[in-house]
């Protein structure tokens, strides 16, 4: 419940899939850290996402054991800090690109060739394959070509569409959040009640979670966002006045 397990216990969560949120308070924890580093100088920033890589790589090729199974080292997989090189490359590449252009046509190469790849490597057997050895590098590596390729792409599109993707964009945490509760809460009524085929459940079930999530994202997050702004704002200017009363003393 109070989402504290990320950093006790990362294997203890309640509901399927819930470990990355344990995983993402770590990381919001030490994103002011993060920020620090690649505000002082970007290259502070880079030599502390190289670290977290270089962690991750001893993780893919020491910590687990590419001869056992995944789910007889899930603890260890669920780690956060097997899974902290994702963040910090993902703040890395808006300090290091933010200012980059790169063409629509490089950018659709990217991504079809990124999606590509994942589509057709050869890897069989039990899915420590992927998070191991050359197949952690390799998807690794195709998960940053597709975010670059997402994050640099200028598609112009119709108003309407755009922003409703948009709202869908922003609605996507409260997606995840809710899609275990909502599948909990209506398959079993879905199939077992009102008889409905699983292929229809399930596709019931990801509709009506897409239409409530931006509610929650509406009127839930962006109200707990509203109040930590006013809260930092009301902090700003504390210490804008007691480093004004220090200046004067």
């Known amino acids: 419940m109070t989402t504290l397990y990320g950093f006790i216990q990362p294997g203890a969560y ?3 899939g819930a470990w990355s949120i344990g995983n993402e308070m770590v990381y919001y924890a030490l994103t002011p850290i993060i920020l620090f580093l690649y505000n002082k100088n970007k290259t502070l920033g880079n030599a502390l996402t190289l670290v977290t890589i270089l962690i991750g790589a001893v993780y893919a090729s ?8 995944l789910g007889e080292q899930w603890v260890l997989y669920v780690n956060p800090f097997n899974n902290l090189f994702f963040y910090t490359m993902g703040i890395g590449l808006y300090y290091n690109f933010h ?3 790169i063409s629509r046509t490089v950018n659709s190469m990217i991504f079809i060739f990124a999606t590509a790849l994942f589509i057709e490597l050869p890897f069989s057997g039990n899915q420590i394959v992927l998070v191991t050895g050359p197949g952690r590098l390799i998807f690794s590596m195709l998960s940053v070509c597709v975010v670059v390729s ?56 990801a509709v009506i ?11 839930i997050e962006e109200s707990f966002m509203r109040l ?13 006045q007691v480093k004004m009363n220090y200046a004067k003393t």
Request: hydrophobic share 50%; no cysteine.
């Open 14 to 16: 309640l509901v399927t």
């Open 62 to 69: 020491s910590v687990l054991d590419p001869s056992k199974t």
């Open 99 to 101: 200012d980059v252009m």
């Open 150 to 205: 997402f994050y640099k792409m200028t598609i112009p599109l119709p108003r309407l569409m755009r922003s409703s993707l948009e709202l869908f964009g922003r609605s996507t945490y409260s997606i995840y959040l809710l899609h275990p509760i909502i599948l909990g809460g209506l398959y079993g009524l879905l199939i077992t009640r009102l008889m409905t085929p699983p292929a229809i459940a399930f596709l019931s079930i």
């Open 209 to 219: 979670t897409i239409l409530i999530a931006p509610f929650s994202y509406l009127f």
């Open 228 to 240: 930590g702004k006013r809260a930092v704002r009301r902090l700003n200017l504390l210490y804008a």
